[in-house]
């Protein structure tokens, strides 16, 4: 028989029980992999989980590469707050811990330039000039105009003691919207029988190699809808569900200290090599860094008892591992896949 999905197991994490949900459809909804990476605008739970699941199972994932990275996200903490670009739009300069108005060397329209250019000027500003930011300067407008025309920003800035009318706002780029994920038709149907993927981790091709804003929500809501309804229908086999073995229940406890570290040679590996600008050096030592890790992630992954935790961490690098062979495969720059050849510029 064609493959097929039948469901999903799942965790209870009250009591720590895994379980089999048999299901006719089963729709993946589990948004992007932003904390693949050191800074991103997603929330704490967008691991790739979803794609990991999929992969697993043999489902076809288009355009993994593609990863739009806002160029400026606020710099404070371990929270990355999204600082529109209707700031740059209204006089916003963007200048580096010297003062320095540093993309007027970059583009001819500065700190006005397209997105990724402003992304990809600010990280290298930031490699050069060793510094963990750089600044977005709005005070010279009116102070009270900025609260009128930002009220959020300004609010929530205000919160973390930055003044925005008086003081340049701590930026960054970060990892924003996954314009790739698992391969959909116009009713969210995966390569996979009986399985559905909707919103950020399908790769649904409204994107392209780039985003518009308006785009994900296109996403979210046509395809959730068209896949809702699709899922009602009856086929023919829909009431065959195979044996499924009993969960082995494993005790040994992880170290939490080894799931932090993780953590963090993931987010550095993909930041630093896998990021806004990619070299075929870079990826090919990311790769091999990856690959070892998740020899190591799937070695406890299979001893310890299931915790979220550790689920997250498995999910988080096997769709670290796919990014990084989808980024390997594109040889060109396109969209917001950005590689250099560094022994080209060397010469």
Known sequence: ??????GAMV?????????????KRTILSTGGIGQLYLHTTNSLESHGDGIAMAWRAGARCFNLHYI???????????????????????????????GYEFMNNIHP??????????????????????????????????????????????????????????????VVPAAHYSCGGIGVNLNGHTSLK??????????????????LASTSLL????WGYNAGKDAIQEEQGDDY????????????????ALVAQDWLNIKHTMWNYVGLVRTPQRLRRAQMILR????????????????????????????????????????????THYIINQDLENK
């Open 1 to 6: 028989k064609k493959p097929a999905c039948f």
């Open 11 to 23: 965790l209870n994490n009250s009591n720590g029980i895994v379980s089999p949900i048999y299901a």
């Open 68 to 98: 739009q990275f806002h160029p400026t996200a606020l710099y404070h903490g371990t929270e990355r707050f999204l600082i529109s670009e209707a700031v740059r739009g209204e006089g916003g300069v963007l200048i580096d811990s010297l």
């Open 109 to 170: 329209d500065g700190s006005l330039a397209p997105r990724d250019i402003v992304a990809r000027g600010i990280h290298k500003n930031m490699l050069e000039n060793n510094h963990p930011c750089v600044y977005l300067d709005i005070a010279k407008r009116d102070g009270q105009w900025i609260k009128n025309r930002f009220p959020n920003i300004y609010q929530y800035c205000i919160k973390k003691n930055i003044d925005i009318t008086k003081d340049p706002i701590p």
């Open 194 to 211: 009986r399985l559905y993927a909707i919103g950020e981790v399908a790769c649904t091709g409204v994107h392209g190699a780039n985003r």
């Open 219 to 222: 996403e979210c809501i046509v």
């Open 241 to 256: 569900f195979p044996e499924i073995e009993p969960w082995i229940i494993e005790k040994e406890k992880i170290d939490p």
């Open 292 to 335: 070892n890790l998740q020899n190591d992630i799937e070695g406890f992954y299979q001893k310890t008892k299931l915790t979220p935790e550790i689920i997250s961490l498995r999910n988080g690098i096997q769709t670290a591992n796919a990014i990084v062979l989808s980024a390997i495969e594109a040889k060109q720059s396109k969209g």
